[in-house]
């Protein structure tokens, strides 16, 4: 088998598979989005066009697949921090709540304006980007169409649009830094 028609079978198989897959990580992950549903196939396709190779020695392409959720899926659940309490002492043997040191920031005028000064400056950063970036961003962020849509619809390798979004969103992180 070429190496070409390595990559069309994983192409093929992922674009056809997609809503399978989701659903099927959906049904692991109760308490998850779609969105984390969707990132966790996303990163499986990913890490298998990264790995072209990787195909080669593969008998059962879906099995393998499925079994790569599982484990990622599992890796997500061993990545999640325990969640705290509001409730709970800030320090052991404090009597001072998490609840009462958290401030109610919703109505703070300072924190609107900061926050609309950050969105301001991130579409301001965002249009110089390359065309191709911003119509990325856009794509994922706002429109909500996967990778893998992406990349049947501009016929571009899923792992290019991958990096062209964390190029890009790196590039906006670390000029608002600069700013802080």
Not at 26 to 40: F, K, S, V
């Amino acid at each position: 088998m070429t190496d070409h028609s390595r990559w069309q079978q994983l192409r093929r198989f992922f674009s056809v598979e997609r809503r399978t897959l989701v659903a099927f990580v959906r049904g692991l992950i109760d308490d998850a989005a779609d969105r984390d549903a969707e990132d966790i196939v996303q990163e499986v396709a990913f890490h298998f066009f990264e790995k072209g190779d990787i195909i080669e020695p593969v008998e059962h392409l879906g099995a393998y697949v499925y079994q790569a959720l599982r484990n990622r899926v599992v890796d997500s659940y061993r990545r999640k921090r325990p969640i705290r309490s509001l409730d709970e002492p800030v320090e052991e043997g404090k009597t001072v709540r998490l609840a009462d040191v958290v401030a109610d920031v919703a109505g703070d005028p300072r924190v609107h304006t900061e926050r609309s000064d950050l969105y301001r400056r991130s579409l301001l950063l965002m249009r110089k980007l390359p065309e191709r970036d911003q119509a990325l961003i856009i794509a994922t962020e706002i429109e909500g169409y996967s990778f893998a849509e992406l990349a049947d619809r501009w016929k571009v390798p899923v792992g290019t649009l991958l990096a062209r979004k964390s190029r890009s969103l790196k590039k906006i992180r670390e000029t608002l830094q600069s700013f802080a």
